[in-house]
Nanobody, 125 residues
Framework: QVQLVESGGGLVQAGGSLRLSCAVT?????????VGWLRQAPGKEREFVVV????????YYAASVKGRFTVSRDNAKNTVFLQMNILKPEDTAVYYC?????????????????WGQGTQVTVSS
């Protein structure tokens, strides 16, 4: 069984920063999973934000966050981090951490096998 627990969400003013964490517990090695962050705003479909490869050597960002968000992983601590800078009101959403058994850099929601419960990020204008 794979469990993902997000933390670090909250309320921040536009232009501010937040750092999200995703702690993963699994019977398999943490390096067996690509890990992504996806988000869902009220009334909108869930959208891809960023993914980091199994080794952490590759990443892929959505155009809307590229240059502002940075993903990293610490395989020794089974944790993935999402540093979010220059936050905008349109970044307001529930942010989900998800793990995929696929190789490469999965981007679609259906490509992820395991999900966390989500953490709310609210950016005020």
């Amino acid at each position: 069984q794979v469990q993902l627990v997000e933390s670090g969400g909250g309320l921040v003013q536009a232009g501010g920063s937040l750092r999200l964490s995703c702690a993963v517990t699994s019977g398999r090695a943490f390096g067996s999973y690509a890990v992504g962050w996806l988000r869902q705003a009220p009334g909108k479909e869930r959208e891809f934000v960023v993914v980091i490869s199994r080794s952490g050597s590759s990443t892929y960002y959505a155009a809307s966050v590229k240059g502002r968000f940075t993903v990293s992983r610490d395989n020794a601590k089974n944790t993935v981090f999402l540093q979010m800078n220059i936050l905008k009101p349109e970044d307001t959403a529930v942010y989900y951490c998800a793990a995929s058994d696929l190789f490469g850099l999965p981007q679609g929601s259906s490509e992820y096998n395991y999900w966390g419960q989500g953490t709310q990020v609210t950016v005020s204008s």
